[in-house]
């Protein structure tokens, strides 16, 4: 079945640090790609989404690019901030048109920055 | 706008208890779910309603009931509680099903503990 993998946690960087948290997906057809994060004692937001291979998704400095060769959505940020300190998901859907949006998760990675 | 309301936000139960937790959504949405989110294993989807009157089983249903009598609300019943069930638990809408271009929205959670 449709499975995503993302890298284990905690990430832990010092502010203005480069940020990568890679993504790997298994999935029959053509799925739509999400990253969500969730900050400490909140629901999760919807950071940003790509639905097509080489699509970039970008949000809040955030980018993901959809690689189809390669099975990958990961994210990346320039510099980071305190207040971006954070679980981040990756999840995937079902491809446009399909039956149902079910999102199937990674299991997150808590990122911690450091002043 | 309220978007996606989850109560309570915190709940002790005990073992064999049975409860509802509430959620409503005031965006007209047609797409429901509940997840529950447990460490190590990001979120995961226990049941999922396409509209009013229809309802289907997610990944992980038992233990669970729940019913879609309105567009607006889909609760979630926990029969006779269980330690296992200990989690926090999300509340997600969207528009509709299909097409990745649906962003999901997902409520504040709910922290329960059963003892």
């Known amino acids: 079945g449709d499975s995503v993998t993302q890298m284990e946690g905690p990430v832990t960087l010092s502010e203005e640090a480069f940020l990568t948290i890679n993504c790997t997906y298994t999935a029959t057809g053509y799925p739509s790609l999400f990253w969500y994060v969730q900050y400490p004692g909140e629901g999760l937001q919807l950071l940003l989404k790509a639905t097509k291979a080489d699509d970039k998704g970008s949000n809040k400095g955030f980018e993901a690019t959809y690689r189809k060769e390669t099975t990958s959505f990961h994210l990346e940020k320039g510099s980071v901030q305190v207040s971006d300190s954070a679980v981040y998901f990756c999840a995937l859907s079902g491809p446009v048109g399909g039956a149902t949006n079910k999102l199937i998760f990674g299991t997150g990675t808590l990122l911690a920055v450091q002043p | 706008n309220a978007g996606v309301t989850q109560t309570p936000k915190f709940q002790v139960l005990k073992t064999g208890q049975s409860m509802t937790l509430q959620c409503a959504q005031d965006m007209n949405h047609e797409y429901m779910s509940w997840y529950r989110q447990d460490p190590g294993m990001g979120l995961r989807l226990i049941h999922y309603?396409?509209?009013?009157?229809?309802?289907d089983q997610g990944e992980v249903p038992n233990g669970y009931n729940v019913s879609r009598s309105t567009t607006e609300d889909f609760p979630l019943r926990l029969l006779s509680a269980a330690p296992s069930q200990t989690s926090v638990y999300f509340c997600?809408?969207?528009?509709?099903?299909?097409?990745?271009?649906?962003?999901?929205?997902f409520g504040e959670g709910s922290w329960l503990t059963v003892v």
């Open positions: 997600a809408s969207s528009l509709s099903q299909g097409a990745s271009g649906n962003t999901i929205y």
């Open positions: 309603s396409v509209g009013a009157g229809i309802t």
